[in-house]
């Protein structure tokens, strides 16, 4: 086994609490699945078997209980629960089953939607025998309005800037907009080295990482870190032009400390695999090498490397906000071909669904209803007349007759009384909205 | 201006065909402004120094002729005589030149900027120009570069100001000058310098041919910004300004094609031996593009150039990549590798030159060794003299016999005091007038150990002066610039080196305020200003003063002193400036800032550990820091074991303090 696939399902989604208030984020349904189907339909696309899946016991009841919650996919999932109110990182959890890891893994965030080559990313991780490897893509503009939200939202969120060399693939910075105080600085031992470096920014993480299995050893002796995008990657990404990290004789020496105070916490990375020594005799006998211009050894001796593939075009959504959310149900149904219109769904004949609509199974679709670009859930009830456009009904909603829906998130088991007119509302899950009310631009979150 | 203004009345077509008739312009600076070449360039000016034999102003022009440029005024300052009488002499100067040369001098030209105001003054450009140094070798066609300027011009209405042309080399290319280290952060698309945009690129690869297409627009915003001394100003004011005013610069990056400024003796080595090695082709040294009688060379293998009237001696070698003028002659058994010789030159028997650049009527006795030395005209090598690396022999120097110079030696008939004199009218320039009658009286005898018993000449210290920039002036050969430890330390170094310059002015201040007993108020406002010009945040302007005070007995007694000693002139120091940390010290915060300042000074002296409790004792008595700050602080977690020591000392003075405390409670009670 070369890489073990870990997937992280257990996060709050507190980027939309309208939505995972009652529903968590592995399971919000997008395009009639569980987010969560999503990467795990990606690893075993690529041929994983087997599994390891972070999440909470909510999560773990709700998968194994819940019929709507079919994950149908024919991998192993190992599920692994954590405490949800232990607020654990990334890198917490991935230090929580540390045991469990024999070797180099590949770290997936649950809320990845995506029609990337996972191999991509994966031949860097071999080719330069790297430490890291991540996927990026260029960020998405949303341009659906969002629910809830007057006018248009600011793009909040700080910019990244990433640093990637000439052939875009190492990766030799990293920073966000947040943590500078005056622009952007950069070593220039690391510009002796890579004299060229594209800085882009307007880039979104997929989290998506390969890492070696000793990063994964380092996170167990570190405890300080505890987010893997936050603080394990940019260390990483500024440790492959330390010193220590790069002359063996440094890493001997904290060898040798090691053993005299294995009490002292090594802060150290060890960056070592199994065939080092051969690894080693390989890159010195052969002429490759990975630069041009000056005459030292490939990587110029480094021995971490990070590397990033970058999307060009393709699919690649991470939805942890509404916006995302939505634009990830209007785009799922073209990463998988299953036929629309679920068969256990009673569809009247006299309505009228547009190619871009998904019906799940045994929904209710009555007479002369229109439904265009919208994804209705599983045993969904939609009455006469009624006029969906651009929304999202999840599971169990009853739609009354002649009800007016566009551009709005429904949650499970609403029910919209008779004649309502919604538009760019989010309706939270068991709500009721009144006949004939007219809404617009509201968020009717959560039972209050 | 008038031109544009003409330009604009006749309308768009008019003036595009103007464009097309108009000659092509040129501004050759034929002064560096510096004084990078001292002593070499007091007789010589920098322009007309020989590289390969022929003087760097005719590299710069052949290599403006060759892009096309019709029109050149040459602008001299220092020794504008010598480069005109150069220039009347030249092909340049003949009715047959197809780029006619017009000399301007001017002795009042300070920089660049005064070169480039008087242009606009005189109102000579009317198009677009290239701007070169006289010292600038180079057989780029820019004639590429030149046309994106000219479309980007029309497509953005001259927004486009200037075109720089920079070459692709990686670093540690040694045609790549320590002290142009240029990181250039731009525009992949558009070739422009930003850092704005979604995606940029950052180069640590480009080198700065210092040729720059100009838009007539640049010598009137030189006139417009009369600080602007030099190029970069000008860069820098276009890129900080670029968002009100609207000017760009560009780039413009060339893959092959050689472009090199001669700025110091290393990049002159480096060009010199690029043109040997016909990196410049085709401006060859056998090419006699100067086009002077008897100037013709013949090439043969391993790029051995021989002039006219070259006699060798028998079992001489001249291995590879030499260069020898007209008429010189080399005696037996010699071994010759990477050199230029010059003309009428002649060598002695067992010579070994490597690197070794002698210009013309030097004289070389036997068995002498020259590596990597510069050896000016009319210079005398007695015999069994060994010239060690970067040496320079200036004009007429003569060396020896038996002698060995260390590497670096720069010798001159000039006496560097001389120079210093003249130094009183302080700008820096090639341009002094030296009197060249010297002053016999001043004259001081030439020291037989330095240079030899029968030789003449001054030897110059690398570092004569020991400010900073004297220092650069006189480091003929560049620096050497350690790169950059690649250590760990996330901090940046430039903010640790403020951070330590500020200490060392707040030590300064404080010692001035003690020595001429300045008022308290005073100094606050001194150290406030120096807060804003190093931009230190306040929390750190006050660490440091803590820092500062409780280091000052060790500053001014030596770190040797006794415990008892330290806190005998500390407290009263503390005493002295209590008024100063009041001023600073006011949240509750401040104190806590202020106490750990104290900690970290005193784990760093662990010796005088002991100290520290009647430190902070005295700083409760003056009310520098209050009861609750230190119980605070003394609550709240050491962070490591040493500080817990430390603290675990002060736990009886805490006892102390307490009953202090109660103990003046009581009292004012009482005298109520």
């Keep these: 086994m070369e890489l073990q696939a870990v997937l992280m399902a257990a996060g709050g989604g507190s980027r939309m ?73 990334t890198a917490d959890a ?40 991540m996927l990026m893509s260029k960020a998405h503009e949303f341009t659906e309005t969002v629910p809830g939200q007057k006018g248009k939202k600011k793009t909040g969120e700080q910019r990244d800037f990433v640093g990637v060399d000439d052939t875009g693939k190492r990766l030799l910075f990293m920073a966000n907009e947040a943590d500078l105080d005056e622009g952007v600085v950069i070593r220039k031992s690391i510009m002796r080295k890579h004299p060229r470096m594209h800085i882009k920014t307007g880039l979104v993480d997929a989290h998506l990482y390969c890492l070696k299995k000793s990063v994964v050893d380092f996170l167990a002796d570190n405890k ?113 071909d299953e036929p629309a219109v679920h068969p256990s769904a009673v569809v009247s004949e006299r309505c009228l669904i547009g190619a871009d609509s998904i019906i799940g199974a045994s929904c209710q679709i009555s007479d002369k209803t229109s439904i265009k670009r919208s994804t209705i859930g599983v045993s969904t009830t939609v009455r006469e007349k009624v006029k969906v456009t651009n929304s999202i009904i999840m599971h169990g909603v009853t739609i009354e007759e002649g009800c007016n829906i566009q551009g709005s998130v429904i949650c499970s088991n609403a029910v919209i009384g008779r004649g309502a007119d919604i538009k760019y509302c989010l309706v939270g899950s068991a709500q009721r909205i009144e006949p004939d009310g007219e809404h617009t631009t509201m968020s009717k979150a959560c039972s209050a | 201006m008038s031109s544009r203004g003409g330009k604009q009345k006749k309308g768009n077509v008019t003036s595009e065909q103007e464009e097309e008739e108009q000659p092509l312009q040129a501004v050759l600076v034929a002064d560096s402004f510096n004084r990078r070449f001292f002593p070499i360039s007091k007789d010589q000016p920098r322009a007309l120094l020989p590289l390969g034999n022929v003087a760097m102003i005719d590299y710069t022009l052949e290599f403006l002729t060759s892009t096309g440029v019709q029109e050149t005024f040459v602008f001299c300052c220092w020794m504008s005589n010598k480069i005109k009488d150069h220039l009347l002499k030249s092909k340049w100067c003949r009715p047959t030149s197809p780029n006619v040369v017009h000399i301007i001098t001017s002795d009042l030209y300070r920089s660049l900027g005064d070169v480039l105001r008087d242009v606009d003054a005189k109102n000579l450009v009317r198009n677009d120009f290239i701007l070169v140094y006289g010292d600038v070798v180079s057989n780029i066609d820019v004639s590429q570069a030149l046309q994106e300027h000219r479309h980007r011009r029309k497509v953005d209405k001259n927004i486009s100001v200037m075109t720089m042309v920079f070459k ?23 070739k422009r310098f930003s850092m704005g945009t979604d995606e940029f690129e950052i180069r640590h690869d480009l080198l700065d041919c210092h040729i720059s297409i100009c838009s007539p627009q640049v010598a009137e915003l030189f006139t417009d910004n009369f600080d602007y001394q030099t190029r970069n100003d000008f860069v820098r004011g276009i890129l900080v300004n670029e968002e009100i005013l609207g000017n760009q610069i ?18 002159y080595d480096s060009v010199s031996s690029d043109m ?30 021989r002039g006219a ?3 060798l001696g028998h079992g001489s070698q001249m291995e590879e990549n030499v260069l020898i003028g007209r008429d010189t002659s080399i005696g037996a058994n010699c071994h010759i590798s990477n050199s230029v010789i010059g003309n009428n030159c002649t060598i002695g028997d067992n010579v070994v030159l490597d690197r070794a650049h002698m210009w013309n009527n030097v004289h070389i006795s036997s068995n002498v060794e020259i590596h990597q030395s510069v050896v000016c005209d009319g210079a005398v090598v007695k015999e069994a003299v060994h010239l060690n690396k970067q040496c320079v022999l200036a004009y007429n120097v003569v060396i020896g016999p038996n002698l060995s110079l260390p590497d670096g030696t720069v010798v001159s008939m000039h006496h560097p005091e001389e120079e210093e004199e003249d130094d009183d009218d302080e700008f820096l320039s090639d341009d002094q007038e030296v009197g060249h009658s010297k002053d016999k009286t001043r004259q001081k005898a030439f020291n037989p150990a330095e240079v030899g018993p029968e030789g003449k000449g001054y030897i110059w210290k690398a570092s004569m002066n020991d400010t900073e920039d004297e220092e650069l002036a006189q480091c003929l050969w560049g620096l050497v610039l350690n790169p950059d430890p690649e250590s760990d330390s996330e901090s940046e170094a430039s903010e640790e080196s403020q951070d330590r310059t500020f200490q060392l002015e707040v030590l300064g ?18 150290i406030n200003s120096l807060k804003y010009a190093y931009n230190i945040t306040l929390k750190e302007v006050m660490q440091i003063l803590t820092r500062v005070v409780l280091e000052y007995p060790f500053q001014q007694q030596g770190t040797q002193l006794t415990t008892l000693q330290y806190t005998g002139s500390l407290l009263p120091l503390l005493k002295t400036w209590s008024p100063v940390f009041k001023n600073y010290i006011k949240r509750a915060q401040d104190h806590l800032d202020c106490l750990s300042a104290v900690e970290e000074l005193f784990l760093e002296q662990d010796t005088h550990q002991t100290a520290m409790v009647k430190v902070l004792m005295k700083m409760y008595q003056l009310e520098i820091l209050e009861e609750e700050a230190i119980l605070k602080w003394f609550s709240t977690g050491a962070t490591n074991d040493k500080s817990r020591q430390l603290r675990k000392n002060q736990g009886k003075q805490r006892m102390s303090l307490q009953r202090k405390e109660s103990e003046e409670d009581e009292s004012s009670e009482e005298g109520e």
């Design chain 2, 309 to 311: 009237e070259v006699s």
């Design chain 2, 250 to 267: 560009h780039l413009y990056v060339t893959q092959d094609g050689y472009g090199a400024r001669v700025s110091n003796l290393q990049m």
């Design chain 1, 17 to 89: 609490m309208d939505l995972t208030y009652n529903t968590p984020k592995p399971l919000l349904p997008v395009g009639n699945k569980p987010l969560i189907w999503y990467p795990l339909n990606l690893l075993e696309r690529v041929g994983f078997e087997e599994v390891i899946v972070i999440t909470t016991k909510e999560v773990q009841k709700m998968i194994s209980t819940d019929p709507k919650v079919k994950l149908d996919v024919k991998m192993k999932l190992d599920l692994v629960c954590i405490q949800e109110d232990a607020d654990m990182g």
């Design chain 2, 276 to 305: 040997v090695r016909r990196w410049v082709y085709p401006l060859t040294p056998e090419a006699n593009f100067t086009d002077q009688q008897g100037q013709g060379c013949t090439h043969s293998r391993h790029n051995v150039y």
């Design chain 2, 509 to 526: 201040t404080l010692q001035r305020g003690l020595e001429e007993n300045i008022v308290c108020d005073n100094l606050v406002l001194e």
């Design chain 2, 168 to 190: 692709e080399s990686s670093p540690g290319h040694k045609s790549r000058c320590e002290e142009d280290d240029v990181i250039v952060a731009m525009d992949s698309k558009s």
């Design chain 1, 94 to 133: 991935l230090r929580h089953i540390q045991q469990k890891v024999k070797t180099d893994v590949l770290v997936v965030s649950c809320d990845l939607i995506t029609d990337a080559a996972l191999h991509e990313v994966v031949d860097l991780f071999r080719a330069h025998n790297a430490t890291l490897s």
């Design chain 1, 224 to 336: 300080s870190i505890s987010s893997i995008r936050g603080e394990l990657v940019p260390y990483l990404v500024r440790k492959q032009f330390s010193k220590s990290t790069n002359s063996p004789k440094v890493i001997d020496e904290t060898h040798q400390n090691l053993k005299k105070n294995d009490s002292n916490v090594n802060l150290e990375i060890q960056i070592s695999s199994r065939d080092e020594e051969l690894l080693h005799l390989t890159q010195e006998r052969s002429c490759w090498n990975d630069h041009r211009g000056d005459m030292s050894d490939a990587y110029h001796g480094g021995r971490l490397r990070c590397y990033v593939h970058i999307m060009d075009e393709g699919i690649c959504y991470r939805v942890n906000t509404l916006a995302a959310y939505i634009e990830a149900n209007r785009l799922a149904p073209k990463l998988f």
